[in-house]
Protein backbone atom coordinates (compact mmCIF):
# COMPACT_ATOMS: atom_id res chain seq x y z
CA UNK A 1 0.00 0.00 0.00
CA UNK A 2 1.33 3.28 -0.61
CA UNK A 3 -0.26 7.13 0.40
CA UNK A 4 -0.93 7.65 -3.17
CA UNK A 5 -3.92 5.79 -3.86
CA UNK A 6 -6.61 7.86 -1.82
CA UNK A 7 -9.10 4.57 -1.58
CA UNK A 8 -6.12 2.96 0.88
CA UNK A 9 -6.44 5.95 3.43
CA UNK A 10 -7.86 5.41 6.46
CA UNK A 11 -11.61 7.29 6.22
CA UNK A 12 -11.41 7.63 10.17
CA UNK A 13 -9.91 10.84 11.42
CA UNK A 14 -6.45 10.34 13.15
CA UNK A 15 -7.36 12.06 16.48
CA UNK A 16 -9.93 9.31 16.90
CA UNK A 17 -7.88 6.06 15.94
CA UNK A 18 -5.50 7.51 18.66
CA UNK A 19 -8.50 7.80 21.32
CA UNK A 20 -9.71 4.38 20.30
CA UNK A 21 -6.01 3.29 21.23
CA UNK A 22 -5.90 5.20 24.27
CA UNK A 23 -9.88 3.56 25.76
CA UNK A 24 -8.14 -0.14 25.52
CA UNK A 25 -7.10 -2.41 27.47
CA UNK A 26 -3.48 -2.54 28.37
CA UNK A 27 -0.86 0.61 28.04
CA UNK A 28 -0.69 2.47 24.66
CA UNK A 29 2.72 2.05 23.78
CA UNK A 30 4.22 4.67 21.24
CA UNK A 31 7.71 4.55 20.18
CA UNK A 32 9.30 7.70 19.36
CA UNK A 33 10.06 7.96 15.27
CA UNK A 34 12.30 10.28 14.03
CA UNK A 35 11.45 10.79 10.19
CA UNK A 36 9.20 8.55 7.97
CA UNK A 37 12.12 5.39 7.39
CA UNK A 38 11.98 5.22 11.51
CA UNK A 39 8.25 5.18 11.36
CA UNK A 40 7.74 2.13 8.95
CA UNK A 41 10.17 0.15 10.62
CA UNK A 42 8.23 0.81 13.98
CA UNK A 43 5.18 -0.35 12.37
CA UNK A 44 6.63 -3.52 10.62
CA UNK A 45 7.41 -4.23 13.95
CA UNK A 46 4.08 -4.45 15.45
CA UNK A 47 3.09 -0.70 16.80
CA UNK A 48 0.14 0.89 16.10
CA UNK A 49 0.41 4.78 17.24
CA UNK A 50 3.99 6.56 17.05
CA UNK A 51 5.79 9.26 18.64
CA UNK A 52 6.95 12.41 17.70
CA UNK A 53 9.71 14.43 20.01
CA UNK A 54 10.59 17.48 19.82
CA UNK A 55 14.44 16.45 20.97
CA UNK A 56 14.66 14.17 18.23
CA UNK A 57 13.20 16.83 15.61
CA UNK A 58 15.88 19.52 16.82
CA UNK A 59 18.69 17.07 17.12
CA UNK A 60 18.21 15.54 13.41
CA UNK A 61 18.73 19.06 11.88
CA UNK A 62 21.54 19.79 14.07
CA UNK A 63 20.19 21.62 16.38
CA UNK A 64 19.48 22.06 20.66
CA UNK A 65 16.28 21.34 21.90
CA UNK A 66 15.19 25.04 23.36
CA UNK A 67 12.21 25.74 21.20
CA UNK A 68 14.07 27.17 18.32
CA UNK A 69 12.12 25.28 15.57
CA UNK A 70 9.06 26.70 13.80
CA UNK A 71 5.53 25.23 13.30
CA UNK A 72 6.67 24.61 9.79
CA UNK A 73 9.79 23.05 10.89
CA UNK A 74 7.46 20.82 12.27
CA UNK A 75 4.97 19.48 9.92
CA UNK A 76 7.46 18.82 7.45
CA UNK A 77 7.82 15.70 9.85
CA UNK A 78 4.95 15.34 10.86
CA UNK A 79 3.68 14.32 7.02
CA UNK A 80 6.32 12.36 6.04
CA UNK A 81 5.38 10.25 8.93
CA UNK A 82 2.01 10.12 8.96
CA UNK A 83 2.35 9.63 4.92
CA UNK A 84 4.86 6.87 4.97
CA UNK A 85 3.12 4.42 8.37
CA UNK A 86 -0.93 5.64 8.15
CA UNK A 87 -0.02 5.54 11.85
CA UNK A 88 -1.91 8.05 14.32
CA UNK A 89 0.79 10.08 15.43
CA UNK A 90 1.29 12.11 18.77
CA UNK A 91 3.58 15.12 18.47
CA UNK A 92 5.62 17.13 20.92
CA UNK A 93 4.26 20.86 20.20
CA UNK A 94 6.53 22.54 23.17
CA UNK A 95 4.68 25.28 24.80
CA UNK A 96 2.60 25.98 21.62
CA UNK A 97 4.70 28.81 20.12
CA UNK A 98 3.61 31.23 21.84
CA UNK A 99 0.84 32.35 23.74
CA UNK A 100 -3.15 31.40 23.14
CA UNK A 101 -3.71 32.17 19.87
CA UNK A 102 -0.12 30.99 18.80
CA UNK A 103 -1.68 27.41 20.49
CA UNK A 104 -4.78 27.34 18.49
CA UNK A 105 -2.91 27.77 15.34
CA UNK A 106 -0.41 25.44 16.15
CA UNK A 107 -3.13 22.78 16.61
CA UNK A 108 -4.94 23.56 13.74
CA UNK A 109 -2.07 23.71 11.21
CA UNK A 110 -0.59 20.17 13.05
CA UNK A 111 -4.13 18.35 12.58
CA UNK A 112 -4.18 19.45 9.25
CA UNK A 113 -0.76 18.21 8.40
CA UNK A 114 -2.12 14.80 9.71
CA UNK A 115 -1.47 14.75 13.72
CA UNK A 116 -3.43 12.97 16.08
CA UNK A 117 -2.51 14.19 19.17
CA UNK A 118 -0.04 16.96 20.73
CA UNK A 119 1.18 17.72 24.19
CA UNK A 120 1.96 20.87 25.60
CA UNK A 121 4.10 22.18 28.31
CA UNK A 122 4.10 24.98 31.13
CA UNK A 123 7.37 25.79 30.39
CA UNK A 124 8.47 29.03 29.12
CA UNK A 125 10.55 29.86 26.44
CA UNK A 126 13.45 29.14 25.87
CA UNK A 127 12.39 25.64 26.92
CA UNK A 128 14.38 22.71 27.91
CA UNK A 129 14.93 18.99 27.90
CA UNK A 130 12.35 17.83 30.56
CA UNK A 131 15.24 16.41 32.30
CA UNK A 132 17.41 19.30 32.35
CA UNK A 133 17.86 21.64 35.68
CA UNK A 134 16.64 25.47 35.70
CA UNK A 135 13.59 25.10 33.99
CA UNK A 136 11.03 27.90 34.50
CA UNK A 137 7.55 27.25 34.29
CA UNK A 138 4.37 29.44 33.43
CA UNK A 139 1.80 30.55 36.08
CA UNK A 140 -1.26 27.40 36.56
CA UNK A 141 -3.57 30.06 35.10
CA UNK A 142 -1.81 31.03 31.40
CA UNK A 143 -1.45 26.92 31.28
CA UNK A 144 -4.79 26.36 31.60
CA UNK A 145 -5.78 29.13 29.01
CA UNK A 146 -3.63 27.76 26.69
CA UNK A 147 -4.79 24.19 27.54
CA UNK A 148 -8.94 25.56 26.81
CA UNK A 149 -7.56 27.28 23.42
CA UNK A 150 -6.19 24.14 22.63
CA UNK A 151 -9.47 21.98 22.86
CA UNK A 152 -11.38 24.56 21.51
CA UNK A 153 -8.70 24.49 18.13
CA UNK A 154 -9.22 21.45 17.54
CA UNK A 155 -11.46 18.87 15.46
CA UNK A 156 -10.26 15.29 16.81
CA UNK A 157 -6.53 16.02 17.97
CA UNK A 158 -6.46 14.15 21.27
CA UNK A 159 -4.92 17.42 23.82
CA UNK A 160 -2.00 16.11 26.51
CA UNK A 161 -0.87 18.98 28.70
CA UNK A 162 2.63 18.27 30.40
CA UNK A 163 3.98 19.52 33.35
CA UNK A 164 7.27 20.05 34.20
CA UNK A 165 6.95 21.44 37.49
CA UNK A 166 7.31 17.96 39.84
CA UNK A 167 11.28 19.70 39.77
CA UNK A 168 11.16 23.12 41.41
CA UNK A 169 6.98 22.36 42.77
CA UNK A 170 7.29 19.40 44.38
CA UNK A 171 4.73 16.39 43.98
CA UNK A 172 2.09 18.66 45.03
CA UNK A 173 2.22 21.29 42.63
CA UNK A 174 2.96 19.42 39.81
CA UNK A 175 -0.45 17.69 40.82
CA UNK A 176 -2.40 20.76 41.73
CA UNK A 177 -1.33 21.93 38.08
CA UNK A 178 -1.95 18.43 36.55
CA UNK A 179 -5.87 18.69 37.88
CA UNK A 180 -6.25 21.81 36.93
CA UNK A 181 -5.11 21.46 33.25
CA UNK A 182 -7.17 18.22 32.95
CA UNK A 183 -10.26 20.52 34.31
CA UNK A 184 -9.25 22.97 31.38
CA UNK A 185 -9.72 20.39 28.80
CA UNK A 186 -6.35 18.13 28.59
CA UNK A 187 -7.51 14.61 27.89
CA UNK A 188 -4.74 13.33 29.48
CA UNK A 189 -2.12 14.26 31.71
CA UNK A 190 1.86 13.81 31.10
CA UNK A 191 3.95 14.51 34.10
CA UNK A 192 7.80 14.93 33.31
CA UNK A 193 10.92 14.07 34.78
CA UNK A 194 9.28 11.89 37.63
CA UNK A 195 12.74 10.50 39.57
CA UNK A 196 11.31 7.80 41.37
CA UNK A 197 8.86 4.71 40.90
CA UNK A 198 7.12 6.13 44.05
CA UNK A 199 6.89 9.58 42.60
CA UNK A 200 4.98 7.69 39.57
CA UNK A 201 2.48 5.70 42.04
CA UNK A 202 1.95 8.83 44.04
CA UNK A 203 0.50 10.61 40.41
CA UNK A 204 -1.39 7.71 39.60
CA UNK A 205 -2.80 7.67 43.56
CA UNK A 206 -3.62 11.58 43.59
CA UNK A 207 -5.19 11.69 39.89
CA UNK A 208 -7.10 7.96 39.82
CA UNK A 209 -9.63 9.38 37.09
CA UNK A 210 -7.19 11.09 34.98
CA UNK A 211 -5.23 8.88 31.95
CA UNK A 212 -1.33 9.11 32.49
CA UNK A 213 1.33 9.29 30.04
CA UNK A 214 4.54 8.12 31.07
CA UNK A 215 7.99 9.12 29.35
CA UNK A 216 10.51 6.49 29.58
CA UNK A 217 13.80 8.55 28.20
CA UNK A 218 17.54 7.63 28.59
CA UNK A 219 19.94 9.14 30.04
CA UNK A 220 17.67 11.20 31.90
CA UNK A 221 16.08 11.28 35.39
CA UNK A 222 13.22 8.66 35.60
CA UNK A 223 14.50 5.30 36.26
CA UNK A 224 14.34 2.89 33.65
CA UNK A 225 10.87 0.75 33.57
CA UNK A 226 9.23 -1.60 31.28
CA UNK A 227 5.43 -1.10 29.99
CA UNK A 228 4.27 -3.53 31.82
CA UNK A 229 5.48 -2.09 35.41
CA UNK A 230 4.03 1.71 34.31
CA UNK A 231 0.69 -0.55 33.23
CA UNK A 232 0.61 -2.20 36.63
CA UNK A 233 1.06 1.29 38.15
CA UNK A 234 -1.75 2.31 36.40
CA UNK A 235 -0.21 4.80 33.24
CA UNK A 236 -2.37 5.20 30.30
CA UNK A 237 0.56 5.63 27.80
CA UNK A 238 3.96 5.56 27.43
CA UNK A 239 6.59 7.08 25.10
CA UNK A 240 10.48 6.03 24.04
CA UNK A 241 10.84 9.97 22.70
CA UNK A 242 14.62 9.58 21.46
CA UNK A 243 15.25 6.25 20.85
CA UNK A 244 15.42 6.05 17.21
CA UNK A 245 17.69 8.52 17.13
CA UNK A 246 19.97 7.46 19.40
CA UNK A 247 20.26 3.90 18.00
CA UNK A 248 20.52 5.33 14.41
CA UNK A 249 23.11 8.38 15.89
CA UNK A 250 25.19 6.00 17.41
CA UNK A 251 25.05 3.70 14.15
CA UNK A 252 26.28 6.70 11.79
CA UNK A 253 29.17 7.94 14.19
CA UNK A 254 30.67 4.24 14.02
CA UNK A 255 30.21 4.02 10.11
CA UNK A 256 32.00 7.31 10.03
CA UNK A 257 34.96 6.05 12.35
CA UNK A 258 34.74 3.27 10.27
CA UNK A 259 35.77 4.95 6.49
CA UNK A 260 37.86 7.85 8.40
CA UNK A 261 39.93 4.67 9.81
CA UNK A 262 39.71 1.93 6.78
CA UNK A 263 38.99 4.27 3.98
CA UNK A 264 35.79 1.91 3.41
CA UNK A 265 32.93 0.50 4.76
CA UNK A 266 33.69 -3.25 4.38
CA UNK A 267 33.59 -3.79 7.88
CA UNK A 268 30.69 -1.99 8.88
CA UNK A 269 28.31 -4.52 5.95
CA UNK A 270 27.01 -6.63 8.64
CA UNK A 271 25.97 -4.13 10.52
CA UNK A 272 23.82 -2.44 7.14
CA UNK A 273 20.31 -2.56 6.11
CA UNK A 274 20.81 -4.35 2.83
CA UNK A 275 19.13 -2.71 -0.69
CA UNK A 276 16.74 -5.59 -0.41
CA UNK A 277 15.59 -4.80 3.37
CA UNK A 278 15.60 -1.09 2.48
CA UNK A 279 13.31 -1.28 -0.48
CA UNK A 280 11.32 -3.97 1.12
CA UNK A 281 10.47 -1.37 4.27
CA UNK A 282 9.64 1.85 1.81
CA UNK A 283 7.30 -0.32 -0.27
CA UNK A 284 9.79 0.16 -3.14
CA UNK A 285 8.17 -2.64 -5.46
CA UNK A 286 4.55 -1.40 -4.30
CA UNK A 287 5.25 2.15 -5.71
CA UNK A 288 6.96 0.52 -8.65
CA UNK A 289 4.16 -1.64 -9.72
CA UNK A 290 1.58 1.45 -9.22
CA UNK A 291 3.77 3.01 -11.73
CA UNK A 292 4.03 0.14 -14.06
CA UNK A 293 0.23 -0.22 -14.23
CA UNK A 294 -0.53 3.61 -14.67
CA UNK A 295 2.30 3.54 -17.35
CA UNK A 296 0.49 0.71 -19.25
CA UNK A 297 -2.54 1.77 -19.41
CA UNK A 298 -3.51 2.00 -23.51
CA UNK A 299 -5.31 5.58 -24.12
CA UNK A 300 -6.69 6.06 -27.55
CA UNK A 301 -5.17 8.37 -29.65
CA UNK A 302 -6.53 12.31 -29.91
CA UNK A 303 -7.99 12.21 -33.20
CA UNK A 304 -8.29 8.43 -34.22
CA UNK A 305 -10.81 6.10 -33.31
CA UNK A 306 -10.34 3.94 -30.19
CA UNK A 307 -9.72 0.34 -31.70
CA UNK A 308 -9.24 -1.06 -28.06
CA UNK A 309 -12.67 -2.65 -27.95
CA UNK A 310 -12.61 -4.09 -31.90
Known amino acids: MTYLIGADMNAIPAGKRFRALMSQKGIMQIPGA ?37 VEDVCFFIRQIVRSSGLPLLVDGDTGYGETLNVMHMVRVFEDAGAA ?90 LPDVPLLANMTEFGRTPYLSASEFEEMGYAMIIWPVSSLRAANKAQDELYKTIARTGGTRDMLENMQTREELYKTIRYYDYESLDAGIVSTVLPHIGQPDRSAA
Open 117 to 206: AVHIEDQILPKKCGHLNDKKLVSPQDMAQKVAAAAKARRDMVIIARTDAAGSEGIDGAVARARLYYEAGADAIFPEALTSVDMFREFVRR
Open 34 to 70: HNGQAALQAKDNGFNALYLSGAAMTASMGLPDLGIIT
